[in-house]
């Protein structure tokens, strides 16, 4: 398993331009760790565009519990497509760690595309996602728990920009990836005996990020 080093934002299917003018719409929106920015089967057509923070995408399951779907950083959008097909919400969406950017109405952001001929870039947009979502629950359903560990550890770091303490607990890390909890500790404890990352309550400090990315591929 590796991370998504094809993946490219919404703003990186824009011009410098095109992403400006949409950071003037709507207005301004902060989320603290932890909370929902979208709930599943919900109505709602607001857009979110993210300029800092870590976003996770998640989907009920039979059990009651949720299953990671997606990640999302700094460029992307969350809620568009409800704004496009004015249905209910087909996922929820949560702050890892704090989040910022601008909150449109779904008629702001479509007239946007519309206005500024962005069609094929929104087209373009939700295809590499739908590729990354498939891509990476494919993956994860194939690797053992300690390669999902891993994989989890690195992207969540990669992914919030800030530093490399991941904000979540040992519960957090098992429900995203519908494991046991003793399978996550058992896990970060091989991580923390190679001195890989540090583990605290409330979260896990990654040590060394290269080498818990190796990891990913003998853990396989």
Not at 71 to 82: F, P
Request: charged residues 25%.
């Amino acid at each position: 398993m590796a991370l998504d080093e094809d993946y490219r934002s919404f703003r990186d299917h824009l011009s410098a331009a095109d992403w400006a003018e949409l950071l003037r719409i709507g207005g301004p929106f902060r989320c603290a760790p932890g909370a929902a920015l979208l709930n599943e089967g919900e109505g709602g057509d607001h857009v979110f565009v993210l300029t800092s923070g870590l976003c996770k995408v998640v989907g009920a399951r039979a059990d009651h519990g949720r299953s990671l779907l997606a990640l999302r950083a700094a460029g992307d959008t969350i809620g568009e497509q409800a704004a496009i097909d004015e249905r209910p919400r087909s996922a929820s969406a949560f702050a890892v760690v704090e989040c910022r950017g601008q909150r449109l109405r779904g008629p702001e952001f479509t007239a946007f595309v519309r206005r500024r001929g962005l069609g094929t870039q929104l087209t373009g947009y939700l295809s590499m996602k739908l590729r990354s979502n498939g891509s990476m629950i494919s993956e994860l359903s194939r690797s053992s728990a300690r390669s999902k560990v891993a994989w989890l550890l690195c992207r969540l770091t990669a992914g919030a920009g800030q530093d490399d303490f991941v904000p979540l607990p040992q519960r957090d890390l098992a429900d995203l990836l519908g494991l046991a909890r003793s399978s996550v500790a058992a896990s970060l404890a091989d991580f923390r005996a190679l001195g890989l990352l540090r583990t605290e309550q409330g979260g896990v400090h990654v040590l060394d990020p290269a080498a818990l990315l190796d990891e990913i591929h003998r853990s396989r």
